[in-house]
């Protein structure tokens, strides 16, 4: 056996360790060497795109609502931006025309996280666990996102968590458009005050809200798309990574969809100068 062969015989099992820690490949699922092998032999080469290339959309859910000015203006330091998500969270939950008329839920679910954060994580809605503790993602769809925050170095107290909407669809069922209408300008309003260095959209109800996109979440994941800021506002238009949703990754939870969640996952580390 010659020297090269006999360094990667033993760096194999650590890169596979490392792969599986990543991507979250419990014990009772690794599968056989081969598969694994071949799945970290399709290289996550995250090239940077040289540019954002616009959302090639139908309007945004929120396009075209009323943003307060005080959101339109450049968020301040750190202080500031947490008394603006306060000011945010205050005025809707007593005014969102969808949250406070609709029933069913317990708790409406604002967000949480760092309000500075370089990158922020957008879900779908609120589920029945969220919905009882009123903090996002901390069922199980929670328990998978710490995981794919952790395998990106990151702690759940360095990103921002949101969801298109704050209260809980009856019977966990997906947003309608009117609801994420009436909703989503809130979302708009904590972009604005966060102002991540890049957004994770999971799943097509975020993709869909922020970018007014349509097509399926499998044709879209893994590429570069962008949200524009409305009008007037203080911001950048925000790269978008479109991704699968933690309960997709966990019904599906095969080796193909964990990769091509690391995939964006690392996509995501090499836009915001995490090393991905
Ligand atoms: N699913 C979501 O989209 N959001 C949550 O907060 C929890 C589950």
Redesign the pocket.
């Known amino acids: 056996m010659d020297a090269a062969t006999d360094a990667d015989r033993h760096a194999l099992p650590r890169v596979l360790a490392a792969f599986d820690r990543a991507i979250g490949l419990d014990s009772t699922l690794r599968p056989s060497v081969a598969v694994a092998a071949a799945a970290v032999s399709v290289p996550p080469t995250d090239a940077m795109p040289a540019a954002v290339p616009p959302a090639a959309a139908a309007p945004a859910a929120a396009r075209g609502a009323r943003i307060p000015d005080s959101s339109l203006r450049a968020p301040g330091d750190r202080a500031d931006r947490a008394a603006r998500l306060e000011e945010i969270a205050a005025r809707h939950a007593a005014s969102c025309p969808h949250c406070v008329r609709a029933t069913g839920w317990t708790n409406l ?1 604002f967000g949480e996280g760092a309000p500075d954060a370089a990158v922020m994580f957008v ?5 029945e666990i ?1 919905d009882r503790a009123g903090r ?2 901390v ?1 199980p ?2 328990e998978k996102l710490d995981e794919m925050i952790k395998a990106m170095g990151l702690a759940r107290d360095d990103v921002y968590i949101a ?1 298109v909407l704050k209260a809980r669809p009856p019977g966990n069922r997906t947003p309608l458009p009117d609801e994420v209408a009436a909703c989503a300008p809130f979302l708009v309003e904590q972009i604005l005050a966060v102002q991540p260095k890049a957004i994770v959209a ?2 097509g109800s975020a993709v869909r809200a922020l970018l007014g996109i349509d097509t399926g979440i499998t044709r879209l994941r893994g590429e570069w798309l962008a949200w524009e800021p409305p009008a007037g506002a203080d911001c950048p238009p925000i790269p978008v990574m479109p991704t699968y ?1 933690p ?1 997709y990754v966990l019904r599906t939870y095969t080796v193909e969809v964990r990769r091509q969640v690391w995939h964006d996952l690392r996509a995501v580390m090499a836009r915001v100068g995490l090393g991905g």
């Open positions: 679910v879900g779908e809605a609120p589920g969220e996002p993602f069922g769809a929670g969801n999971l799943g949703h309960s």
